[in-house]
Every structure is written in C-alpha cells, then in structure tokens.
C-alpha cells in the first residue's frame, strides 16, 4: 500500500450483517461508535450493515423478504387504497351509465 494517500481513520472494522449474523473484518473509513472483539482477540470499531453477500438473494440464491423497515407493509396499505380508489371510480361509472 503507498503511503500517505489514505485517510487518518482509514482501519480495520468490523461488518456485521444483522440478517445473516455473519461478520466480515474489511479495511474502511466508515465512523463508528461501538467496539467488538474480533476472532484474533483485538478490538475493533464495528458497523451494521442490514445485507451483505452472506444473505442478498444473488449470492446466496434464495430468496427472502427482508422488511427491515417496513417497507412491505407500506407498499401493500397504498396497494390496497389504489385498488379501493379504482373500484369506487369503477362502481361510480356504472351507476352513472345505468341512469
């Protein structure tokens, strides 16, 4: 590695991916607040990552929904209200056409 092109808080941290439970030590720049002990008995600063290769569907090839934020539910409450909206603008132009 050349010297003096990295950033001062360039060091080793921890990934962890809290779908799969799998720990990655990787060389970054990503601040931090917290600190693990890693296999090796060292303490580093430690990340949360919510997927990585150890659980995203292209790597692993299964597929699972991972709803970390809620999103999901989201999507199925506008969903349900669009299709609400269109069966009532639908009943409202057939009744207009029975009269």
């Not at 809620?70 to 199925?76: L, S």
Request: hydrophobic content about 30%; glycine content about 6%; proline content about 3%.
């Amino acid at each position: 590695m050349k010297k003096e092109i990295h950033p001062a808080e360039y060091r080793q941290v921890i990934f962890s991916d809290s779908t799969s439970g799998k720990r990655f030590l990787i060389a970054s720049t990503v601040h931090t607040t917290k600190t693990e002990k890693w296999e090796d008995g060292k303490e580093y600063p430690v990340f949360n990552i919510e997927i990585s290769s150890a659980s995203h569907p292209f790597y692993t090839g299964q597929s699972k929904t991972i709803d970390t934020a809620g999103r999901v539910e989201k999507f199925k409450t506008r969903l349900a209200r669009g299709r609400a909206t269109a069966e009532g603008a639908a009943s409202a132009k057939t009744k207009k056409t029975k009269k």
